[in-house]
């Protein structure tokens, strides 16, 4: 085994791109629904702006509702476009074991730097199930970094600090999409040792730095995809210590973020997750997401009014810090 990108080079920002759709997206009878001229286009925009690594195909990039040709032809164009500029993770996470090694198979022989990997959730899996399926992959990709996607909606429970301990056994898992730095973040950074980087969302990072200083050298995102300036901003005041203005960023990051939560519930954020991202896309300007894809394509119109609040709020804080 050789893995050319490791958990030592988890650094800074990590974004997760949206799948850019064509109008006619939302039709059951759409035949190819990507908007591949688009998707290269935001490539480009995030490595011109300064982003660490490109993800894709999680939740909001709708790996759930593409057509595999769709899904394919998507992580070509993105792994073509970014030309090794920065690494690229390619979520390839379906409902079972098999068709995640031969779609991962694809993403690896295609460039990509390493997989962005899930679960399967139709049936809730154990800590044995869970540590059995990436093992499982591993051993099948010997040379693929893995990161591990924890979202305890998504996949029927949240990865405790003793499955994090046996996932930092499997040398393959270099870091974790980390849902949320509450009470057992510290407990899961000890389990995960130097082996797995947990890196929490834009909006905690900060926090996760005030905990564990150490550890926190990256986080997922976004927000990216609606500007870059606010998330590097916030890179370089943890990097240089700058305590006071990672802390004002942090809060203007939550309070741009606080009508993307439906009455303030992850529950509730997760059952219209695609939907309400795409329209916080499209609502800050930078990028044109599209519409959702069926049948993750309805959804209350108060709850997109509170998603294009976020975008506004946040295409405003982009003005502000790309002027600084």
């Known amino acids: 085994m050789s893995l ?34 688009e998707s290269a286009r935001i490539v480009n925009m995030l490595i011109d702006n300064h982003v660490d690594a490109i993800l894709t195909n999680g939740t909001f990039g709708e790996c759930a509702s593409l057509t595999e040709s769709e899904w394919r032809k998507f ?16 979520g390839a996470t379906t409902l079972n074991t098999r ?7 694809e993403m690896m022989d295609m460039g990509a730097t390493g997989l962005f990997l899930g679960r399967p959730m139709w049936q809730e899996m154990d800590e044995d199930a869970i540590v059995g399926y990436y093992s499982d992959i591993a051993e099948a990709l010997p040379d693929a970094p893995i990161i591990v996607y924890d979202n305890p909606e998504a996949f029927k429970g949240k990865l405790t600090p003793k499955t994090y301990g046996r996932l930092a056994k499997i040398p393959n898992i270099v870091a974790s999409k980390y849902i949320s730095v509450g009470p057992q973040y510290l407990a899961d950074v000890a389990a995960a040792g130097d082996n797995i980087v947990i890196m929490p969302l834009d909006s905690d990072w900060y926090f996760a730095w ?15 995809n609606c500007g870059m300036a606010p998330l590097l901003a916030l890179k370089h005041a943890i990097e240089t210590g700058d305590d006071t203005l990672a802390r004002t960023i942090t809060l203007e990051l939550r309070d741009a973020y606080k009508t993307l939560f439906p009455r303030g519930s992850f529950h509730e954020f997760s059952i219209y997750n695609v939907q309400i991202e795409k329209a916080r896309f499209n609502a800050a300007g930078l990028v044109k997401a599209g519409p959702c894809r069926p049948p993750y ?27 600084n």
């Open 297 to 323: 394509n309805r959804v209350p119109e108060e709850i997109t009014k509170g998603a294009v609040t976020t975008g506004q709020k946040y295409a405003a804080l982009q003005e502000k810090y790309a002027s």
């Open 210 to 224: 005030k905990w564990a200083p150490e550890k926190a050298k990256a986080t997922w995102t976004g927000s990216g």
């Open 99 to 105: 068709d995640t090694i031969s779609r991962s198979r």
């Open 4 to 37: 050319k990108f490791k958990a030592k080079d988890v650094r800074g920002i990590f974004n997760i791109m949206p799948t850019p759709a064509t109008a006619d997206a939302t039709r059951w009878d759409c035949v190819d629904s990507v908007d591949y001229e």
């Open 75 to 90: 992580n070509q164009t993105v792994i073509t476009t970014a030309n090794g500029r920065v690494p690229v993770f390619s």
